[in-house]
């Protein structure tokens, strides 16, 4: 952590104390790392004793926001290990990128240079980059490109020879690019620590104060939780992992919690792999697929609720909602535990018969504001009625349905404020949120999704000081300049975890 918890009093700024509500306060002090009065300044400097006074100078303080489906690790190991090719428009320029993450951090004997995301349509006459050209950066060390869509990939020549292989001019798509992968090394648990820290620091500096993280094994666990114990972890966390072993026994009291089963119930839209009732628009002869037979999934689902846990499904299609529902209320009806708070994440088609069923289960959805806008071809693929029915956010808010806001980043930014624009920003206007309802989304509704809300995602007296302050009040931007919104300072548990310009000194 960046300082220890002081005693703030901040003054003469809006301060918003609990979105959608709109109530602002003139004072608010932190103790002892929580809100410990709000209201007027009068009123709350008469027991701020020897606080520190913060002057807003008229910029908007409000809580933190929480990320309730995200991949930090998964985000920090490509920001630490991959060099980032996207948008590199010559083949000069991805060799001069890769030139320069070698000169700032040189590989260490055996490690390997990667680069993702380089796509060929943006290179003069569309021509494949080759292994000859990754041997001209280093012929010494083994290196690998990925292709934008992640199914082709480039080697060197060294490369190759580590991993047995001899592909024309250093090309392997789809499985064969296995023999590759299978030989890069994975980072050492040093590694996954640091790019745990790293994707923590930057989600601070967004403005996230808390994030709900999918892990894939024990060593992400293990690193998340090794990050906690040396005090470098500057938000809150909850883990969210995909095998019931990997779930903290019922008696546990971690500091970074992991008791949300995830489970995948379909695939993409994009990929055609969404599971639909109906066969997809731009391709009818397929509507995708269940990643489980409906038995095993109420099965699995089952095991996990009477074990005390919640259970959070990746559902895409109406299809994959409906069974995620079916095993939910299976489980609910079987052994009622009102309390349990399962998750359907993305939730992306909902006819309005699923939206009723959410209502009615009280099944929170995860949803990602940021999909509207990078899944511009849902109209090709669902054809223009469910069209309407994808990302029904007002309607989810309208029927009672717990809504929480995710980034589910790195698949979109790491970045709140975009996210919270194209909720306000959608060109269905009739799913439109307001501002206030689309930063609740990222506050009170991540943090009932994450069992947080007696503590995060408000700032009432009592209330973890998880908070921030930006420039300008969101509620008077729009939807170009909110994407830009950058906090200046944010709190977590009273601590200073980003601080720029003018509160750099409280940093
Ligand atoms: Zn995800």
């Not at 060197?156 to 292989?165: C, E, F, H, I, K």
């Not at 029915?389 to 806001?405: E, I, S």
């Not at 709140?416 to 509704?445: K, M, N, S, Y």
Request: aromatic share 6%; glycine share 8%; proline share 7%.
């Amino acid at each position: 952590m960046d300082q220890g918890c002081g005693e703030l009093l901040f003054v003469n700024g809006r301060i918003w104390l609990a979105p959608p509500q709109t109530a602002e306060v003139e004072a608010l002090l932190v103790r002892q790392g929580r809100v410990a009065a709000v209201g007027e300044l009068a009123a709350v400097r008469a027991v701020a004793g020897a606080a520190l006074e913060v002057d807003l100078q008229g910029a908007t303080l409000l809580p933190g926001l929480i990320d309730a489906h995200c991949h930090l690790l998964w985000y920090g190991e490509m920001q630490r290990r991959w060099v980032d090719l996207r948008g590199a428009s010559s083949l000069a320029e991805i060799q001069a990128r890769l030139r320069q993450r070698l000169a700032e951090r040189p590989p260490a004997p055996g490690e390997w240079l990667l680069g993702r995301a380089f796509d060929q349509d943006r290179l003069p006459g569309g021509r494949m980059p080759t292994a000859a050209d990754l041997d001209a950066v280093a012929s010494d060390v083994p290196i690998v490109i990925q292709r934008v869509c992640c199914h082709a990939l480039v080697a060197n020549t060294r490369a190759q020879a580590l991993a047995g292989v001899q592909a024309p001019e250093g090309l392997l798509t789809e499985d064969a690019m296995d023999v590759v992968w299978r030989v890069v090394p994975p980072m050492t648990a040093a590694e996954r620590v640091a790019a745990a820290e790293l994707a923590c620091r930057e989600a601070a500096a967004v403005g996230f104060t808390g994030a709900q993280c999918i892990v894939a094994t024990a060593e992400e666990v293990a690193a998340f939780r090794e990050l906690a114990r040396r005090g470098a972890l500057p938000i809150h966390l909850r883990l969210l992992a995909g095998d019931l072993a990997l779930l903290d026994p019922p008696e546990a009291r971690e500091v970074v919690p992991c008791r949300t089963l995830k489970l995948f119930a379909d695939g993409s839209l994009g990929a055609r792999t969404a599971a639909l009732s109906q066969p997809y628009a731009d391709q009818p002869e397929t509507s995708g697929r269940l990643l489980w037979d409906p038995p095993a999934l109420r099965e699995c689902v089952r095991r996990a609720h009477c074990a005390g846990y919640q259970v959070a499904i990746h559902a895409i299609g109406d299809a994959a909602i409906e069974a995620a529902l079916t095993a939910i209320a299976a489980a609910q009806a079987a052994h009622p535990r009102p309390g349990a708070r399962h998750r359907v994440e993305h939730a992306s088609v909902l006819p309005p018969h699923l939206v009723d069923r959410l209502a009615t289960l009280g099944v929170t959805t995860v949803v990602q504001p940021q999909f509207t806008v990078s899944d511009f071809w849902t109209g090709a693929r669902l054809g223009v009625e469910r069209a309407g029915w994808a990302y029904p956010f007002r309607t989810l808010l309208r029927k009672g349905v717990p809504v929480a806001g995710s980034t589910d980043c790195p698949v979109e930014t790491l970045d709140p404020f975009q996210a919270i624009a194209r909720a306000v920003a959608r060109t269905v206007r009739a799913e439109r949120l307001r501002v206030p309802e689309a930063v609740a989304l990222f506050t009170r509704g991540a943090a009932y999704a994450g069992f947080g809300e007696e503590e995060h995602g408000a700032l009432f007296p009592g209330y973890q000081a998880d908070l921030l302050v930006v420039p300008e009040d969101p509620r008077e931007l729009r939807p170009r300049r909110l994407a830009a919104l950058r906090p200046e300072l944010t709190l977590v548990g009273g601590r200073v975890v980003h601080a720029v310009g003018r509160f750099r000194g409280l940093g």
